[in-house]
């Protein structure tokens, strides 16, 4: 039986850093991409976003307003894609949205992303799977992270003890061993807190290549100071996100007392080290890491990750899918098993009572 089908998948994560599209032909074996469209987030929207995470500017009226306005850009995206490759929305099977987190409470029991899927739906035609963390979270689990599920689908490989690192606003890790134990959670601070730093102190958005953590130096107290967090001691399952690592974080470290480039090559190391602490503790006798996520492109960060692990790292564009893509492509992949029916959660990995299927479906 051919079981291809046109999937669109849509992640916009922790980094504010926009929405990304794929458009993929899927088969049980093999994925083709087919698209892939970045549409950053203007200044504005990244504000309104970032105003929404803390508690105080907790405003029900603006998340209504930029939930549609998400859902319009994504639209908008979308139907570029089809009318440059004539495509009938009927060709699609469905659209996996996973919307813009603005709080993951999964110990109060919620999530919640910003997105209109109805509106989605409505703009596009096509049915659109949304809201994918909270049946897991209900279910006990932490409802992240739900890509290690797809890590294993795609690049699990016999004989080989795999790791899969996303290096988005926060890092998680996937380890695929040849005895098939897969294990999966979120390692700490990925890119978040370096770009924070950075544009609190030069006004970019992130740092290109690592140069500017390059530039500075080691402040092994501070690091020191930043490891002590119980965030890095819990052992798995756990998540995390924006409500933990932000400014305020940063702040409780009184960081304006050190040169600010000494403080993001820190910065730097804490994703490294930390990301090192995971694979040494939980992947026994892995052979190869494989990166995927913006942070793959910080090269200084990469180089770091290669000398404390003592290990050569490729990204996933050596298995075949673009570093850059896995995540919306992830999302495509669980949206079809839910219309299909198929349990797409990972108890083992996010710690919830038993197989779900995760999402919910806005018929076109
Ligand atoms: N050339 C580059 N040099 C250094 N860092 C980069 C570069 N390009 C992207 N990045 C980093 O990657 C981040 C975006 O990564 P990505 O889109 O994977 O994160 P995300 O949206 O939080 O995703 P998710 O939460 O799904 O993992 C940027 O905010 C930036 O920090
Ligand atoms: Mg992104």
């Not at 549409?39 to 603006?62: G, V, Y």
Request: proline fraction near 4%; hydrophobic fraction near 35%.
């Amino acid at each position: 039986m051919d079981n291809s089908s046109l999937l669109f998948g849509v992640m916009s994560g922790t980094s504010l850093d926009g929405i990304d599209i794929v458009l993929i032909n899927q088969n049980s074996k093999t994925i083709k991409i087919i698209e892939f469209l970045q549409i950053p987030f203007n200044i504005n929207i990244k504000k309104e976003f970032l105003a929404l995470h803390t508690e105080q500017h907790s405003d029900l009226k603006r998340s209504i307003h930029l939930s549609l306005l998400h859902a319009k850009i994504t639209a908008k995206g979308i139907n570029n894609i089809l009318k440059k490759y004539k495509l009938n929305t009927k060709d699609i099977k469905c659209i996996g949205y996973h919307g813009q987190t603005i709080r993951h409470h999964p110990q109060s029991g919620y999530s919640i992303q910003l997105g209109n899927a109805n509106l989605l739906a409505e703009l596009t035609n096509i049915t659109v799977v949304s809201d994918f963390r909270n049946r897991d979270i209900v279910a006990g689990g932490q409802g992240a992270p739900l890509v290690p599920a797809f890590h294993n689908e795609y690049f699990f490989k016999r004989n080989k003890n795999r790791i899969i690192i996303n290096i988005g606003g926060i890092s998680n890790i996937t380890y695929l061993p040849d005895n098939k134990k897969i294990i999966g959670f979120d390692c700490g601070p990925g890119n978040i807190l370096l770009d924070h730093w950075i544009k609190i102190q030069r006004n970019k958005n992130f740092d290109n290549l690592g140069k500017w953590s390059k530039s500075g130096k080691l402040i092994e107290d501070l690091l020191f100071k930043f490891k002590k967090d119980l965030f890095f001691k819990k052992l798995p399952p756990k998540s995390t996100g924006r409500e933990l690592f932000n400014i305020d974080w940063l702040n409780k470290f009184s960081i304006n007392d050190y040169s600010p480039q000494d403080v993001q090559r820190t910065l730097l190391e804490l994703t490294a080290v930390t990301i090192n602490e995971a694979i040494q503790t939980f992947c026994p006798n892995f052979e190869e890491i494989y990166v995927c996520g913006g942070g793959s492109k910080n090269k200084f960060l990469i180089e770091r990750i290669k000398e404390i692990t003592g290990i050569g790292i490729n990204t996933t564009d050596k298995l075949n899918i673009p570093s850059q893509q896995v995540e919306a492509i992830a999302f495509a992949w669980l949206a079809k098993k839910c219309i299909q029916k198929q349990y797409n959660n990972s108890p083992s990995i996010t710690g919830s009572s038993g197989p779900r299927i995760l999402g919910t479906i806005h018929y076109s």
